[in-house]
């Protein structure tokens, strides 16, 4: 037995494709399979699994528990909830070595993948590709696994909650906060969870459907935060809290309406842990404001930029034992009285608890961050055997320029305008841009530096692509 997989569906951080053209119950039965081998092989023997609210997502499941378990793994099947829940799980229950979570993301609806942990470490890069090679090979133990159902949403909502511990109840007795779910998977747990909180609580579209009806799941373009808005405005909440598909993601917004992007609410976590933990690192991703990192330091902290991707600042935290870490994308990590993986109803919870401890709503701490005027992200289509040269050659005229350049991920480059960075995506045959400076004219000329960095290398910014 063999398996060839699409080629595009192997990517740098998960498993991902479109049902029915480029990922079938075949894939999962081959990831099952592989990954199963793998752990028997590093020792292991159990596997949680999980899958999200997509239309397809319970078919991917019974082919990847057949897999495991045709390779002699046991499974722990935890049923459909959010990432972080199986996260969770994982981490947990101590017979369980390894977790897959069956999920789409903030993709389309027709879209769906795989998210792993393997012996309490992110599976990804090099590891995914080798479930490729094991495939074409053949490469598969052969056993007989067995699988058991465990409940697990209400255990790990308990666990959500102690993330207020030592908060007096009354401090938040008169909080009044709009939960948005997307109709995702964290739909269940929100519902859960708000009813064992103090205050008032409000929730959208905690119904799970994998046609996503309402909006898109993504909580980092504002446009699907329209419905979110609406309601703290009506109901005059004291903010807003958003969530992507699988919920690992978080968006917030403040009770003016303003949005508070993924480096802002990591500027919030780390004013407040940084008092309960005196000179901790802090990691944020190379997208991230200069205003964090600024913040980081003028708090006692030690700011550290690196590569954008959950599973590499994963990693990185473990390494340099941080005890928060964030990226512009709503991926946000908390190893300070928690597990160091990205739970968006976590980051919620801890949203509300740095506003206690803090003694300032949302919205001061919102309004009290520097005005910067900065891009969103822009993607644009380079072709994949381009993408990484063009940012070599990009840092080759830098050097010679002697620009002052950060090149942890892509270049980052400091000027007295601000700042901009170049980098390639690991995911997709795009580049990302993204410039931030202290005014309008400053932010152009910084544009200008880009467009003319990439004119040198054969590309125009043009049509933006498409996450």
Same mark, same amino acid.
């Given at each position: ?7 595009? /569906? ?19 039965? +081959? ?19 999980? &899958?999200?609210?997509? /239309?397809?997502?319970? @078919? ?65 890069? +090099? ?6 090679? @094991? ?5 598969? =133990? ?10 697990? =949403?209400?255990?790990? /909502? ?22 948005? +779910? ?25 119904? $799970? ?31 807003? =809290? ?16 303003? $949005? ?8 919030? &976590? ?61 991926? %946000? ?5 928690? &597990? ?21 709503? $949302? ?5 009290? @961050? ?40 892509? $270049? ?8 901009? =960075? ?7 045959? %795009? ?23 990439? +004119? ?12």
């Amino acid at each position: 037995m063999t398996h060839q997989f699409n080629p595009t /569906v192997l990517r740098e951080y998960d498993i991902r494709g479109i049902i029915g053209e480029t990922l079938g119950a075949d894939d999962a039965r +081959a990831i099952g399979r592989g990954f199963a081998t793998l752990l028997k092989r590093a020792g292991g023997n159990k596997v949680a699994v999980g &899958y999200d609210g997509r /239309v397809s997502s319970t @078919m991917l499941e019974h082919a990847l528990v057949e897999g495991l378990t045709c390779s002699g793994v046991d499974v722990v099947r935890v049923g459909m909830g959010p990432t972080p829940m199986l996260y969770y799980a994982e981490a947990s229950m101590e017979d369980v070595q390894g977790g897959i979570q069956i999920t789409g993301s903030h993709n389309p609806a027709n879209y769906n993948g795989f998210k792993m942990v393997f012996m309490g470490r992110p599976f990804f890069g +090099a590891d995914i590709q080798q479930l490729g090679t @094991m495939a074409a090979a053949g490469d598969w =133990l052969d056993g007989q696994g067995s699988s058991e159902s465990r409940e697990i =949403l209400v255990t790990y /909502v308990d666990r959500l909650v102690q993330g207020l511990d030592g908060i007096p109840a009354g401090q938040i007795a008169d909080l009044k906060i709009g939960w948005d +779910a997307g109709n995702g998977a964290a739909g269940p747990a929100i519902e859960l969870l708000t009813k064992k909180l103090p205050g008032e609580h409000h929730l959208l579209f905690t119904q $799970v459907d994998g046609t996503f009806p309402n909006h898109h799941p993504d909580p980092t373009e504002e446009k699907n935060l329209a419905d979110l808005k609406a309601l703290v405005a009506a109901k005059k909440l004291d903010f807003g =809290l958003a969530f992507d598909g699988d919920g690992d993601r978080i968006g917030a917004i403040d009770g003016t309406g303003r $949005v508070i992007w993924g480096d802002q609410l990591l500027m919030i &976590y780390a004013e407040d842990l940084l008092q309960q933990l005196p000179g901790s690192t802090i990691i944020a991703d190379v997208k991230a404001s200069k205003a964090l990192f600024d913040q980081v330091s003028a708090h006692g902290g030690k700011p550290l930029m690196w590569k954008t991707g959950h599973s590499l600042i994963k990693s990185k935290m473990k390494e340099v034992h941080a005890p928060l870490a964030g990226e512009m994308s709503g991926h %946000v990590f908390f190893a300070h009285q928690y &597990y160091g993986f990205d739970d968006a109803l976590y980051a919620a919870i801890r949203l509300i608890a740095a506003s206690a401890r803090l003694g300032k709503s $949302v919205t001061e701490l919102r309004s009290a @961050m520097p005005a910067m005027i900065n891009t969103p992200e822009l993607r644009f289509q380079v072709d994949e055997s381009r993408k990484f040269a063009v940012i070599d050659e990009v840092k080759q005229r830098l050097a010679s320029d002697g620009a002052t350049v950060n090149d942890t991920d892509g $270049v980052r480059v400091d000027t007295s305008d601000g700042w901009w =960075l170049l980098r390639a995506s690991n995911t997709q045959d %795009v580049l990302v841009a993204r410039a931030e400076s202290e005014s309008q004219t400053g932010l152009d000329r910084l544009m200008g530096q880009i467009d003319a960095q990439l +004119a040198a290398s054969g590309i125009a910014r043009g049509d933006q692509a498409g996450h």
